[in-house]
């Protein structure tokens, strides 16, 4: 497996802000994705992060609103632009590494996000 | 497309009674499937998986998973239910690990244990 790590753990932000979430892993990994979720509800995929090259996103989420960097192996950044009270949710996210497990996903702590 | 349907959003067990959380999945290709824990607070957890190879996996913390390709299932269980136990469950679809490898996540089955 991997010892993923994010920060901020939390935070709470005002209204039309934006706020950077970074996810640091503890060995180099094949991919990276960040999740997104809203109270109460299931995990949705906002991405894959590409690294050296733009991430690719999933239907509903734009790079505008959600632009990912992933400048190495082992680090990635999601924003969350112009935020309202709607983008308030927990972000993880999760990688896959090389070797045995190379199709599993393991999951960060998450940053939960409150926007007022 | 793949998908996943959790049946329940809240299951509720004595303490030392069997658990048994449901999943029904949807794949146009062979699917791997997983099981995550969500404890308050905290990020996912992988309990187990199956990719493949062993029909009946075993999992952390003496849960299992069977999957049965006749009825697209994938159900959880642990035989004696621990106050510890108590957490939000996520059953997971993905591609075979030539594609994307993306998850698609269930609704999530949220465990109540009783003393």
């Known amino acids: 497996s991997a010892v993923i790590s994010q920060k901020p753990s939390r935070d709470i932000c005002q209204r039309g802000t934006s706020l950077t979430i970074q996810c640091q892993v503890d060995s180099q990994v094949t991919m990276m994705f960040w999740y997104r979720q809203q109270p109460g509800q299931s995990l949705t995929l906002i991405a894959t992060a590409n690294q050296g090259s733009e991430a690719t996103y999933e239907s509903g989420f734009v790079i505008d609103k959600f632009p990912i960097s992933r400048p190495n192996l082992t680090f990635s950044t999601l924003t969350v632009s112009n935020m309202s009270p709607e983008d308030s949710s927990i972000y993880l996210c999760s990688v896959t590494v090389s070797g045995r497990a190379k199709n599993t996903q393991y999951f960060g702590p998450g940053t939960r996000l409150t926007v007022l | 497309a793949q998908s996943v349907t959790q049946l329940g959003s809240h299951v509720s067990v004595s303490e030392g009674a069997l658990v048994l959380l449901r999943c029904n999945y949807s794949s146009s290709v062979p699917p791997y499937l997983f099981w995550y824990v969500q404890y308050p607070n905290q990020g996912l957890q992988l309990l187990l998986k199956y990719t493949s190879a062993a029909t009946l996996v075993k999992g952390i913390n003496d849960f299992e998973a069977e999957f049965k390709k006749s009825e697209t299932s994938f159900h959880l269980t642990k035989p004696s239910a621990h106050m510890s136990d108590a957490a939000e469950y996520f059953c997971?679809?993905?591609?075979?690990?030539?594609?994307?490898?993306?998850?698609?996540f269930g609704q999530g089955t949220r465990l109540t244990i009783n003393p």
């Open positions: 997971a679809v993905s591609d075979n690990g030539r594609g994307a490898q993306k998850l698609v």
